[in-house]
């Protein structure tokens, strides 16, 4: 996400101002930028990172005690100079920072540019600085009512500082969807993305509520809604130190994006789908529709966690698009002479958007004429940059090196492509595909309630603790959570893990039953749970453990398993979401109480450039 910071008072303005914007690197960010009020309004920006800036501002004029700064995590437009953000107006005396989406920008673009608006950049941000420009303008209003008339005509989510060369003892912010928090000093106010720059100079902050603004000045502050109507603002006394701040409260950055999931995942299908009218909308799709849908072979390509969304994927495509499909681990696709043909479509998924090993494949896949799709978490990456065509999952930075919330957001994306082609093959009827997207926009509630066993998983992780082998079978579409939560488990506790399709068994890993041995099985309910039931006797009858997943109201699987964890019901295609959810939280509890470091476990990498 974004980070945002700003100052309004008596010390020198740019100093806080950097500072606050190391402390909210910690969020991900791909370029960074900074205003500065003093007579003149200085724009600073640069792609890279904050120390990038500092360098490029070195020798520039910073005297100023009114200013602000950003650090960009790119939504729309590619990280770059011309989109770091401040923003400014044509007229050169207002500049703009924002933390979100504004969802209707092309339709307010289109309009500004109608007006004689000029735009610098290809952000959905800078249609804002020229429509308050533009209301300013035509209305002669203040800084704040010309801020307050624009953002009632934005759909989406924000978190803007805006100032003025016209109103130069003045900062007014606002938020939507996307945190800001006011540090109240003594005639100086702070504004941040969390407290986090602030911290240092005062433990007074306001927490802005959604739809609320901020008018801030060197000695007075109002608050008030976009509808116009003051509030009272209460002041907190923070008691949290600075590293919790960063991990939002959460111990760490995994569990943090552990829950984070809910949001993710709207965020990943936010605007692009519509279940009363069974409306699918994935841009990136929509140059390649005929290529889809009259493919013969869709092939993925992807590592570690992003070749398990891939495997789900595989069950999805074929499923409700009807179209084969191969997942392919990125290195040995790449070496092994495989066959590709111009019709070939491949599907490239990685968070990172950085994988040496699936970067390479694309650009094999792509020298023999096949159309890549890249499904990322990290807007402008190489992979993307790389692709055809694709869709961003709009997960945020995932900073823990376990992969968590990207996993369930390409499963989300790779859902809505799956149900797409269908779609438009004519392979899903439009009452079904109204119902599967009811289904998928309940899911994020549904991770919540999935969240709410965290107490007693973290029960079940002190019994397993000190075991040496676990076991994780799945059937379906839950195979590919199997080898998920194996994954989890080994990358972080290092305790030695193995996924394994349910049936598989009996073809070898069944040696490996004991009474030590702690089976975990996705027995969801679903087409083929009377199948798990029978591996699942097979295990017992070799003394195995039991630890299952299943659908909550579960009476079947519980009479047999010694430990049970409850997950929503929902269609089986969207078990995945849900049912990775207990097996994230098994690994991390277990991790934790085995003195491991969960956020960057030992030999591992968040992004794997190297082969
Ligand atoms: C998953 O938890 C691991 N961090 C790792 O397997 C990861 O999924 C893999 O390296 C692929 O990374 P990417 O998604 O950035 O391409």
């Not at 120390?51 to 009114?66: C, G, I, K, N, R």
């Not at 008018?215 to 976009?226: E, F, Y």
């Amino acid at each position: 996400m974004c980070g945002i910071v700003g100052y309004i008072g008596f010390r020198e303005a740019y100093p806080i101002i950097i500072k606050g914007l190391q402390r909210l690197e910690y969020r991900g960010y791909d370029s960074a930028g900074v205003a500065l009020l003093n007579g003149e309004m200085r724009i600073y920006k640069k792609q890279g990172k904050v120390s990038d800036l500092e360098a490029f501002v070195a020798d520039q004029p910073t005297s100023a005690t009114v200013g602000m700064g950003h650090t960009r995590w790119a939504t729309h437009g590619a990280p770059s100079d011309r989109n770091s953000h401040p923003h400014t107006s044509n007229n050169g005396k207002l500049s703009i920072i924002h933390n979100g989406i504004i969802e209707n920008y092309s339709s307010i673009k289109e309009e500004m540019i109608k007006r004689g608006h000029v735009f610098n950049s290809d952000t959905d941000t800078e249609v804002l600085i020229h429509l308050i420009e533009d209301i300013q303008e035509k209305t002669n209003q203040t800084l704040d009512e010309s801020v307050r008339i624009a953002l009632k005509e934005v759909v989406g989510a924000y978190a803007i500082v805006v100032i003025s060369k016209d109103h130069p003892d003045e900062i007014i912010a606002a938020r939507k969807g996307s945190p800001m928090v006011i540090g109240v000093g003594e005639g100086e106010y702070f504004i941040a993305s969390d407290a986090s720059p602030i911290i240092e100079y005062t433990k007074n902050v306001i927490f802005l509520n959604d739809s609320e603004m901020a008018i801030v000045k060197r000695d007075s502050l109002v608050i008030k809604t976009i509808d116009n109507v003051v509030q009272d603002p209460y002041i907190h006394e923070l008691e949290l130190q600075l590293e919790m701040i960063e991990k939002g409260g959460y111990e760490h950055f995994m569990l943090k994006e552990i829950y984070e999931q809910p949001r993710s995942i709207y965020d990943s299908m936010r605007g692009r789908i519509n279940s009363k009218d069974g409306f699918i909308g994935l841009s990136g799709l929509n140059e390649y529709e005929e290529k889809f849908k009259n493919a013969e072979r869709i092939l993925i390509v992807a590592c570690g966690t992003s070749w398990h969304a891939g495997l789900v994927a595989e069950y999805l495509i074929e499923d409700y698009a009807r179209i084969p499909v191969e997942v392919e681990y990125a290195s040995e696709f790449r070496y092994r002479n495989p066959i590709i043909t111009e019709k070939d479509i491949v599907i490239a998924i990685s968070q990172s958007g950085e994988t040496a090993d699936s970067l390479a494949a694309i650009e094999l896949a792509k020298s023999k004429g096949a159309t890549i799709f890249g499904i990322c978490n990290v807007v402008g990456s190489s992979i993307p940059r790389a692709s055809n065509a694709g869709a961003y999952t709009h997960a945020g930075p995932e900073i823990g090196v376990a992969s968590t919330k990207a996993f369930t957001a390409q499963v989300t994306i790779l859902t809505l492509l799956a149900w797409s082609i269908g779609q438009k093959k004519g392979a899903i009827k439009k009452t079904r595909l109204m119902e599967l997207l009811s289904a998928l926009e309940a899911i994020p509630a549904k991770v919540e309630k999935a969240l709410q066993s965290n107490d007693e998983i973290k029960a079940i992780a002190e019994r397993f603790k000190d075991a040496h082998n676990f076991l994780y079978l799945g059937r379906g579409y839950n195979f590919p959570v199997a080898l998920e939560g194996a994954l989890k488990l080994k990358e972080i506790s290092y305790i030695h893990a193995e996924g394994y399709p349910a049936a598989e068994m009996k073809h070898g890993p069944i040696a490996l039953i004991d009474e030590n041995m702690p089976v975990v099985v996705v027995a969801t309910k679903g087409t083929i749970l009377e199948k798990i039931i029978s591996n699942i006797q097979e295990v017992k009858a070799r003394k195995g453990v039991i630890i299952a997943i299943v659908t909550e109201g579960d009476v079947e699987v519980r009479k047999m398993a010694d430990y049970v964890i409850e997950i929503p019901e929902t269609e089986e295609c969207l078990v995945p979401l849900l049912a990775t959810i207990p097996l994230q939280l098994l690994s991390y509890h277990i991790a934790i109480m085995r003195g491991c470091n969960v956020d960057q476990p030992r030999n591992l990498a968040k992004s794997v450039t190297v082969e």
